[in-house]
């Protein structure tokens, strides 16, 4: 386990109750639960002798009791868990914004793993939305190179950070967690194991190397040999697990489409210099033609061609009335094997989405890149 901060043991906790209370009898009690409440039976000086007592204790507000570690932000700690022997519509809340429901100890972790990371874009999105137009520029452009550098950086030490950050170095420093010997990454000796295309590796029962996401990895990075030892020198850090899946791993597709349209662009006078990250992530990238008309990219690498549908349906904002963000066409690009895979993928996420008859497209990566030639050919 790694240490309480964030809330993970918080979390914990309301995750085992609510898998508790819904059981029909308390035992076995759910791993979540019997873990924080080991940990409170440990800070508690009247810890509660039974479990109907412990269940009445969550009847009272969260902070006259609670004792070990971090609230979230998002919970109120004036409120209580359970009332009348349900839990609290501010628990449902808590649980339902952060998709926590029914969710087991690995997906709490990776869910708190990403809380730094989510924090920092809330607080950058927050100021670009007040701020004055040089000031955006500004903004928009350290949110990218943060995020640029996470992607391209699962390992790193505080040394390079500095290198890279200077004074800033601390914000990058807290989204990485030491290679220590029960970190989650692959460790060989003096070493530990990184894939060139999606990062650091973990490793398997056996203890040799496997990707953080097997068939990913199968099908776009270069064969295990390609595979490589990264020497652990002193302060060796790496992204947690949770930013590797959300942020690292899908980070990759979305840089080498970007440095693919760089290339384009300086083969043609009539495409403008790509901007990646705009507004603050409000959406990959964006291209500016010489005709005035500028597309929106967003990078999706689901398997479920219907999960996908799901997640964008109605499609994306429009930002009418921001000149920085506007488009004319948006288009959800998926990398090529979702469809060579799944042949139709693409049509059936158009379907699932609602979006037939409109400019939000949902085209293969390789079929996109052609589609920004043609163009700029066109207009050239
Ligand atoms: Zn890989």
Not at 11 to 25: A, D
Not at 46 to 61: G, H
Not at 164 to 170: K, V, Y
Not at 326 to 333: E, G, L, N, Q, T
Request: proline fraction near 7%; charged fraction near 25%.
């Amino acid at each position: 386990m790694k240490s309480h901060d964030e809330g993970v043991l918080f979390t914990m906790l309301v995750v085992g109750l609510e898998k508790c209370l819904r059981q029909r009898t308390p035992y076995p009690y759910p791993a979540e639960l019997q873990y924080v409440m080991n940990a409170l039976s440990l800070c508690m000086m009247d810890y509660p002798k039974t479990f109907p007592d412990l269940l009445t204790m969550f009847e009272s507000p969260v902070k006259d009791w609670w004792c070990a570690g971090d609230i979230p932000d998002s919970f109120d700690q004036r409120l209580r868990l359970i009332y009348m022997g349900q839990i609290t519509e501010a628990l449902e809340d808590f649980l339902t914004d952060g998709e926590l429901r029914g969710v087991n100890l690995k997906q709490i972790m990776l869910h708190v793993d990403n809380l730094p990371f989510r924090k920092f874009y809330e607080q950058m999105r927050a100021a670009y939305d007040q701020a004055q137009l040089d000031e955006q520029i500004a903004i928009e452009a350290e949110y990218a190179h943060v995020r640029v550098f996470l992607i391209q950086h699962p390992f790193t030490t505080p040394a390079a950070l500095r290198r890279e950050f200077g004074l800033q170095w601390e914000l990058l420093d807290k989204f990485y967690i030491s290679v220590e010997p029960d970190s989650y990454v692959c460790r060989s000796g003096d070493a530990v194991w990184d894939c060139p295309a999606c990062g650091a590796l973990k490793s398997s029962r056996d203890g040799d190397p496997i990707s953080v996401k097997p068939e990913v990895c199968q099908n776009r990075c270069p064969s295990t040999t390609a595979w490589q030892r990264v020497p652990i020198e002193p302060h060796l850090k790496v992204v947690s697990e949770g930013m590797l899946r959300r942020t690292v791993i899908p980070g990759r597709v979305e840089l080498d489409l970007y440095a693919h349209l760089q290339g384009v662009q300086t083969r043609f006078a009539t495409l403008n210099r790509p901007r990646i990250y705009p507004g603050v992530d409000a959406y990959d990238i964006q291209l500016h033609f010489g005709d005035g008309e500028a597309w929106a990219v967003d990078v999706k690498d689901y398997r479920d061609p219907i999960a996908l549908g799901r997640e964008i349906e109605g499609g994306p904002y429009r930002y009418s009335q921001d000149n920085r963000l506007y488009w004319d066409r948006f288009y959800y690009v998926v990398p090529d094997e979702r469809e060579s895979s799944y042949p139709g993928y693409c049509d059936k996420v158009r379907r699932e989405a609602g979006l037939e008859r409109t400019p939000i497209h949902i085209l293969p990566l390789s079929v996109f890149c052609r589609d920004v030639e043609k163009k700029a050919w066109e207009i050239e």
